[in-house]
């Protein structure tokens, strides 16, 4: 593994880079994780920007939680190797599913979504998104275009996803 560089393990190990995560002597429990509180990390920590509502889970359910061999982070459910560069995040967006109207599992899948991009994006993986080309091409008239689905949400919204939904104004 190269110095300086971070390896991101999601709940399973990375394809390529199992040998690097097999040699930590960390543990993992399962256990019930629904929240976890930690303080405020540092701007220079690949946790920079996280908080503890990105880690809450409105569908508890048992998960691997670090136990052991890292610098746990809450409950276990963020960690960082203590002898290597390796972030371990053992709640991820594909574990859940929201189908047939569960929005509480909805809204736990957008916050991992979050938490994801989030440790990504501390440890300079690159990502793209339309939003920023968009704004060189103007909106035909002629056409029923919906670019704004496309590059801002994680899915389509929904009527309950408007916070303002029961005001009437």
Same mark, same amino acid.
Request: contains cysteine; proline residues 10%; hydrophobic residues 40%.
């Given at each position: 593994m190269d110095q300086g560089r971070r390896t991101f393990a999601g709940n399973r190990p990375l394809p390529g880079r199992s040998q690097c995560i097999i040699a930590f002597k960390g543990h993992h429990e399962n256990?019930?994780?629904i929240a976890a509180f930690f303080d405020t990390m540092s701007t220079t920590s690949p946790f920079a920007g996280v908080g +503890?509502?990105?880690v809450h889970?409105?569908?508890p359910k048992e998960i691997p939680?670090?136990?052991?061999g890292a610098g746990i982070i809450g409950n276990g459910v963020l960690a960082m190797a203590e002898n290597a560069? *390796? *972030?371990?995040?053992?709640?991820v967006p594909w574990q859940f599913d929201y189908s047939n109207e569960k929005h509480n599992i909805k809204q736990?899948?957008?916050r991992t979504s979050f938490l994801l991009s989030r440790l990504m994006g501390n440890m300079n993986v690159e990502s793209?998104? +339309?939003?920023l080309a968009r704004f060189n091409s103007p909106v035909d008239n002629n056409k029923t275009e919906k670019r704004w689905l496309d590059g801002l949400y994680l899915d389509p +919204?929904?009527?309950?996803d408007d916070p303002y939904r029961f005001f009437r104004w």
């Open positions: 256990e019930e994780h +503890p509502a990105d889970n409105r569908a939680l670090v136990s052991a560069n *390796v *972030v371990f995040c053992q709640l736990t899948f957008r793209s998104t +339309p939003l +919204p929904e009527e309950w």
